[in-house]
């Protein structure tokens, strides 16, 4: 059975820095894409990284390129989200997510899912 588990969300004043972190069990890591997305109250989930399979691309959406780094260790199973200078508009629950395939920007792409932390930033 697949897991993912989400950690290191918290709230933090604008300017600051989080490191959230996707444990995954259950599946051979290194062969999968790992994504993180976003949702906000009363939007849409939203693409945010993607760490792709075997050595893949990464990819960012632009409203964190610069800010934001993923990053993943196979050994250990997880994947990373290096947040620096958090916005307001970066409050959202935050997901990891695994997609057997290419790794896209399209959430209904990825097959597993984990439970989110939350990511409050105060202005």
């Known amino acids: 059975q697949v897991h993912l588990v989400e950690s290191g969300g918290g709230l933090v004043q604008a300017g600051g820095s989080l490191r959230l972190s996707c444990a995954a069990s259950?599946?051979?890591?290194?062969?999968?894409?790992v994504g993180w997305f976003r949702q906000a109250p009363g939007k849409e989930r939203e693409f945010v990284a993607v760490?792709?399979?075997?050595?893949?691309?990464?990819d960012y959406a632009d409203s964190v390129k610069g800010r934001f780094t993923i990053a993943r260790d196979n050994a250990k199973n997880t994947v990373y989200l290096q947040m620096n200078s958090l916005k307001p508009e970066d409050t959202a629950v935050y997901y990891c997510?695994?997609?057997w395939g290419y790794g896209s920007r399209f959430r209904y792409d990825y097959h597993y899912w984990g439970q989110g932390t939350q990511v409050t930033v105060s202005s």
């Open positions: 760490s792709r399979r075997n050595g893949g691309m990464i």
């Open positions: 259950g599946l051979a890591f290194s062969s999968y894409a």
């Open positions: 997510a695994a997609d």
